[in-house]
C-alpha cells in the first residue's frame, strides 16, 4: 500500500514539472491573476472560488485532458531506485540489442556520407534559402538526383534481427516449446491470450455496434449510426479527452474525426504552436542535412507511388524535414528504448562538449517511414495542425514499432502475438507456410511496422487507427495480421511458395472491405 502511494505521488510530481513548463501554465497563471479582479473572488475562500472559476470557465477540462494526455505517455511504473536506462527499457539483452542495431544504422550512414563526400550538415547559400523558400509549397515538382542515395534500413533488415534476439538467462535446452520450435521470434516475452485479448479489446465484441459495420447501407441509420454521430458530437462539445478515447474505440464518424483525435492527443493549435513550426520551417530553409535526401528518396519511393497518398506529396516534405528539426522529439527517449544518434563537430570527435544530435531530432528515417504522416493528410489541411498531430502520434506509438524493446506494443511483441494466435488457433496453416519456408511473419510483419498504412485503403486504415488510439496500444495490428490470415486460411493452404503467400496475403488485404474490423481472431 505504501509502495502504491509512494509511486502515486512520484507520478504526480513528474506530471507536475513537465505541465510547470508547458503553455498551458502559462495561461492557467495568466487566467487565475485575472480572475482576481472578478467580485466574486472573495480572499476568505481564494483557493476555492478560482477553482471554482476554473471550472465554470473551461480552464479545469483543459488541464484534465492535459494530465490525461501525460498518464497516456507515461512510462510502466518502475522501482523507484532503478537506474533511468531500466525506464527507457528494463531487459539488459534488449538494450544491448537496441544498441548494436543503433550502431549498424549509424555505420551505413556514415558509410554514405563517406562514400558520396556529402557532409552530415551544412548551411545553404542565400541562394539557394530563397529558392526554396518559393517552392515550399511546391517541393514535390522537384526533381533532385537521388539515384545515389539508398535507405539507411528497411523492414526485412530490422526483422532479421529480431529473429536473431536471444535472451542469454533463458535456458534453450532439451525443453523447448512448441512456440519456440515454429516461430522466428525466440524470446520468452508475455503476451496476451484470446481471453485476455476479448477482455482488453471487449468494445469490439460482436454485440457491440461499430462504425466500419453498423453504418453500411444494409443497416438503417437509426439502429445505431445516428445515435453514435449524436454522442461524438456531445463528446466534443464537452471537450473530454477521456470520454473522447473510450468513444472512439467503436469507431469515429468521418466528419469528427479530426477533432476527435486532436482531443485525445490533446492538440489545440495555438499560436505559440504555428509560431513553433515556422521555426522549424525557417531551420530547414536555412540548413541542409543528410537526412533531407533520405526523406526525399523515401517518399519518392512510397507515397509518391501509392494511389492514395501520391497528392499530398508536397505536405510529406514539408513535415517529414520539419520533424527532423524539432530538438522537443528528443523528451520521447526518456521512454524509448533508443538513444539519439550523436555527431562530432569536425576534428573535435570523442569530445563531449563538442557533441551535437543527429540529426536534432533523434530519429533516422528508414524505407517507409513518410507512410506513418501519410494517412493524416486526409484529415488535417493546415501544415501546423498536421504536423503537431504526426509528432504526438509517433511520440506516443509509431517509435516502437521500429525499435527493439519489451514493450507491450512493441514491435518484437507485436510479432509474438502474432506468431502466437496463428500457432495457437491456425495450428494447420501455420505449420504449412512454415513447411514451404513461407513464415507468416516474414509477410505480415511489414504490415505491422507500417501499421497497415499503405496497405489498407484509407478509410479502412483510420478505422483501425481509431482503435489503436481509442485503446492506447498497438497490439490490435498483431491481432488484426492474424485475421487477415485466418480471412484467407482456405486460399494460404494451397499456396506451395513464400512468393505466392505474399502474393496471396497482399491481395487478401485489398480484398479486406469493413465488415473485418470485427476481427475474426477475438471474436
Not at 542515395?149 to 523492414?155: E, G
Not at 499560436?271 to 533520405?294: F, G
Not at 573535435?348 to 563538442?354: D, I, S, T
Amino acid at each position: 500500500m505504501l509502495q502504491e502511494e509512494s509511486d502515486l505521488s512520484l507520478v504526480i510530481a513528474q506530471i507536475v514539472q513537465k505541465l510547470r513548463g508547458s503553455n498551458l501554465y502559462a495561461q492557467l497563471e495568466r487566467q487565475a491573476w485575472a480572475c482576481l479582479q472578478r467580485p466574486e473572488i472573495k480572499l476568505e475562500s481564494l483557493k476555492e472560488d478560482i477553482k471554482e472559476f476554473f471550472k465554470i470557465s473551461g480552464w479545469e477540462k483543459k488541464l484534465q485532458n492535459a494530465v490525461y494526455s501525460e498518464l497516456s505517455v507515461f512510462p510502466l511504473p518502475s522501482h523507484p531506485a532503478a537506474p533511468p536506462e531500466h525506464l527507457k527499457e528494463p531487459l539488459v539483452y534488449m538494450r544491448k540489442a537496441q544498441g548494436s542495431w543503433e550502431k549498424r544504422i549509424l555505420k551505413s550512414l556514415n558509410s554514405m556520407c563517406t562514400e558520396l563526400s556529402i557532409p552530415l550538415a551544412r548551411k545553404r547559400p542565400v541562394g539557394e534559402q530563397k529558392e526554396l523558400l518559393n517552392k515550399w509549397n511546391e517541393m514535390g515538382t522537384d526533381e533532385p538526383d537521388l539515384s545515389l542515395f539508398r535507405p539507411v534500413y528497411a523492414p526485412k533488415d530490422f526483422l532479421e534481427v529480431l529473429i536473431n534476439l536471444r535472451n542469454p538467462n533463458y535456458e534453450n535446452g532439451d525443453s523447448l516449446s512448441f512456440r519456440t520450435h515454429l516461430g522466428l521470434i525466440q524470446v520468452p516475452l508475455k503476451v496476451k491470450d484470446i481471453p485476455e485479448l476479448k477482455e482488453f479489446f471487449v468494445e469490439l465484441g460482436l454485440t457491440t455496434g461499430q462504425l466500419g459495420i453498423d453504418d453500411s447501407t444494409q443497416v438503417p441509420p437509426e439502429l445505431f449510426e445516428n445515435e453514435h454521430v449524436r454522442i461524438g458530437q456531445k463528446v466534443l462539445a464537452e471537450q473530454d479527452g477521456a470520454a473522447a478515447q473510450q468513444y472512439i474505440r467503436q469507431g469515429s464518424p468521418t466528419a469528427l474525426r479530426a477533432d476527435l483525435w486532436a482531443l485525445i492527443l490533446n492538440i489545440s493549435s495555438q499560436p505559440e504552436d504555428i509560431l513553433y513550426y515556422e521555426q522549424l520551417k525557417t531551420n530547414v530553409i536555412q540548413h541542409d542535412l543528410l537526412v533531407d535526401s533520405l526523406i526525399y528518396k523515401d517518399v519518392k519511393l512510397t507515397a509518391s507511388n501509392d494511389d492514395y497518398y501520391f497528392v499530398f506529396e508536397d505536405y510529406l516534405y514539408q513535415v517529414l524535414l520539419c520533424f527532423s528539426r524539432d530538438t522537443s522529439v528528443l523528451g520521447h527517449f526518456a521512454y524509448n528504448s533508443a538513444s539519439p544518434p550523436k555527431s562530432y563537430i569536425r576534428g573535435k570527435l570523442g569530445l563531449e562538449e563538442y557533441a551535437v544530435f543527429y540529426p536534432p531530432n533523434g530519429v533516422i528515417p528508414f524505407h517507409g517511414f513518410s507512410m506513418y504522416v501519410a494517412p493524416l493528410c486526409f484529415l488535417y489541411h493546415e501544415p501546423s495542425k498536421l504536423y503537431q498531430i504526426f509528432r504526438e502520434m509517433y511520440v506516443r506509438f509509431f517509435f516502437r514499432l521500429h525499435s527493439i524493446s519489451s514493450h507491450p506494443s512493441g514491435i518484437v511483441s507485436l510479432c509474438l502475438l502474432f506468431e502466437t494466435l496463428l500457432q495457437t488457433y491456425l495450428p494447420q496453416l501455420f505449420y504449412h507456410l512454415r513447411e514451404i519456408g513461407a513464415q507468416p511473419l516474414r509477410i505480415s510483419f511489414k504490415w505491422m511496422v507500417r501499421a497497415f498504412s499503405g496497405y489498407l485503403a484509407t478509410d479502412q486504415l483510420l478505422l483501425l487507427w481509431d482503435r489503436i488510439l481509442g485503446y492506447n496500444s498497438l497490439e490490435i495490428l498483431a491481432v488484426l495480421a492474424a485475421a487477415v490470415f485466418a480471412f484467407r486460411a482456405v486460399n494460404l493452404m494451397e499456396v506451395t511458395s513464400l512468393a505466392a503467400a505474399e502474393g496471396r496475403g497482399c491481395l487478401c488485404i485489398l480484398q479486406l472491405n469493413k465488415h473485418q474490423f470485427h476481427l475474426k481472431m477475438i471474436s
